[in-house]
């Protein structure tokens, strides 16, 4: 019969052989690259990395080109998208929206008030680091995303603010340059999307169509 001593004159005797042998050091280092291996965690930069390199693929796949100054003229071609160097984040204006008429009598276009209300509604909602997420689209739907106008995210209390109230800061970016009925196609990192975005896996998206509608339009002139 085998007894637990036997069992444990046998093992000593098996890894004294691996030690002459010099299997034991291999041992070793392959269970010390398990450990590493298990605990490694990805860090934020990483994300950032990761986004990044996801960003540029889009870019390249999708044969979009990238504006080194905003245009003058805020005119774009199709394909052409501005990438704002303080928020990372890429649009293309499709349409500057209507204008409202000044007490001159000239015509412009309207910048949001602060705290305004902004009704948004989009289509072609991408996931640029994972397109198997489910996406929703609202161009059609009687309730728009609600936003409330509170500043341009260029700062991080800003930003906060907006994900806070369960906003995407990202969407503010473009009213620098569109009005009301604003159209542009944008891609958003995910430091500038909703909360959701970064728990979701620190995804940026791309939006093909965002439209804008200013909550006090019926009050001005168009």
Not at 32 to 39: D, E, G, L, R, V
Request: proline content about 6%; charged content about 20%; aromatic content about 16%.
């Amino acid at each position: 019969m085998l007894t637990f001593a036997g069992i444990f004159d046998y093992s000593n005797k098996h890894i004294n052989r691996m030690k002459k042998r010099g299997f034991i050091p291999f041992i070793l280092i392959a269970i010390i690259i398990t450990a590493a291996s298990c605990n490694k965690t990805t860090t934020y930069v990483e994300w950032l990395r990761q986004e990044q390199t996801a960003i540029d693929k889009f870019i390249a796949d999708s044969g979009i080109v990238i504006l080194n100054e905003f245009p003058a003229d805020t005119i774009f071609k199709p394909k052409e998208f501005y990438k704002d160097p303080q928020t990372g984040i890429y649009y293309n204006i499709v349409s500057r929206g209507v204008k409202t008429k000044a007490e001159n009598g000239n015509l412009y276009y309207r910048k949001p008030e602060m705290y305004e209300e902004i009704y948004v509604r989009f289509s072609g909602r991408k996931y640029i680091k994972d397109s198997s997420i489910p996406l929703v689209e609202n161009i059609y739907s009687p309730y728009p995303e609600i936003m409330q106008f509170f500043g341009r995210p260029v700062s991080n209390d800003i930003t906060q603010y907006y994900q806070n109230q369960s906003m995407c800061p990202g969407w503010i970016l473009p009213l620098d340059a569109v009005g009301h009925l604003g159209v542009v196609k944008i891609i958003v990192p995910f430091t500038q999307g909703f909360t959701y975005d970064v728990n979701s896996g620190y995804n940026p998206i791309y939006y093909n169509y965002l439209e804008y509608r200013f909550q006090h339009h019926n009050d001005r002139n168009y």
